[in-house]
């Protein structure tokens, strides 16, 4: 059932301006530091990672810098993997998953596949355990006409910079209850529309690229996580974030054409994980396993197909 009003910020039936935007930036509390838990760690990396500033978010008194890690000694004979966590700052095991990931799994892909690992896109909405960047608006549709806010543009503009020939994107996501009772509710009175509240998966799956679903990759990835945390099943009516299930923790949807960041690039093989972490079936650090676990099943997919296609 629709509520017409729900929402502390905004008016009913009316989206929102500027005032209601800063309405809005006025309730977000720093409430972590991306100096610390993101900049610290990648600086703490390994000589065979490099860090690339690969732009800069500026935000009223704060600076952010945009930061990667990749492959020192890049091969270009090689092929090449994207990873981007945090496009929502508030879903953490995407930004700390990818942070584990370059920690103590990196190496094992030095001279196979050359990394690209972006752990935090939107540090503004980390700090704030927040969904949108500082405009109210969500990153994970601004992928498209170039980048429509500095966080997208600066990662699009550097990728397309490099020229490189993608195989593999995998971008890490949760969907999480602040969904159903914060940013669902917020994102339907910017627009000036009723809510409408849904279900929230309970478990783990991936959302494949409709454009290019790439089943056995997607099917890849769901059984290296299911031994980790528990797979989310379809609800009664066969669907996952009202998407119709294709198999098990695996759904198709729009991606490029909506501007969300799994696709931007040329990638075959890509895909959005979601990870749940408010079900008391699992724990944080089971959340950054399993978002490690897919970064690895997806890299190992990839260097597999690649071994079948080589004469």
């Known amino acids: 059932m629709a509520t017409p009003h729900f929402y502390p910020v905004g008016t009913p039936g009316q989206p929102w301006g500027d005032t209601e935007r800063a309405a809005w930036r006025s309730r977000q509390v720093v409430q972590r530091h991306y100096a610390a838990d993101v900049v610290a760690a990648l600086n703490a990396l390994p000589d065979a990672l490099e860090v690339v500033q690969y732009g800069q978010l500026e935000s009223m008194t704060d600076t952010y810098?945009?930061?990667l890690a990749m492959t020192r000694n890049w091969d270009p004979a090689l092929p090449t993997a994207l990873v981007t966590?945090?496009?929502?700052?508030?879903?953490?095991?995407?930004v700390h998953g990818a942070l584990q990931f370059l920690r103590n799994h990196a190496h094992e892909y030095a001279?196979?596949?050359n990394l690209i690992v972006?752990?935090?896109v939107c540090p503004w909405g980390y700090e704030r355990i927040q969904r949108w960047n500082r405009d109210a608006i969500d990153p994970n549709r601004s992928f498209r006409d170039g980048g429509r806010i500095v966080e997208?543009?600066?990662l699009m503009n550097w990728i397309a910079a490099r020229n490189d020939t993608l195989l593999v994107h995998l971008?890490?996501?949760?969907?999480?209850?602040?969904?159903?009772?914060?940013?669902?509710?917020?994102?339907?009175?910017?627009?000036?529309?009723a809510w409408t509240p849904e279900?929230?998966?309970d478990g783990f799956y991936v959302i494949g690229n409709s454009e290019n679903p790439e089943p056995a990759f997607q099917r890849a990835l769901i059984a290296a996580v299911s031994p980790i945390t528990h797979i989310a099943p379809a609800d009664a009516h066969g669907n996952l974030v009202g998407l119709p299930l294709q198999s098990p923790g695996v759904v198709w949807?729009?991606?490029?054409?909506?501007?969300a960041c799994a696709g931007f690039t040329n990638a075959r093989l890509a895909t959005t994980t979601e990870v749940y972490p408010d079900s008391p079936r699992t724990t944080p650090a089971q959340c950054n396993a399993a978002q490690v676990a897919a970064v690895r099943a997806g890299l190992d997919f990839a260097l597999a197909s690649e071994d079948r296609a080589r004469p």
């Open 85 to 94: 966590g945090g496009v929502h700052g508030y879903e953490t095991s995407g």
């Open 152 to 154: 997208s543009a600066s």
């Open 111 to 113: 001279g196979r596949i």
């Open 253 to 259: 949807g729009e991606s490029r054409s909506i501007g």
């Open 65 to 67: 810098p945009l930061l």
């Open 118 to 120: 972006v752990p935090c």
């Open 171 to 193: 971008d890490l996501h949760e969907t999480t209850d602040s969904d159903a009772h914060e940013f669902d509710p917020a994102l339907a009175s910017r627009d000036g529309k």
């Open 199 to 201: 279900t929230i998966p």
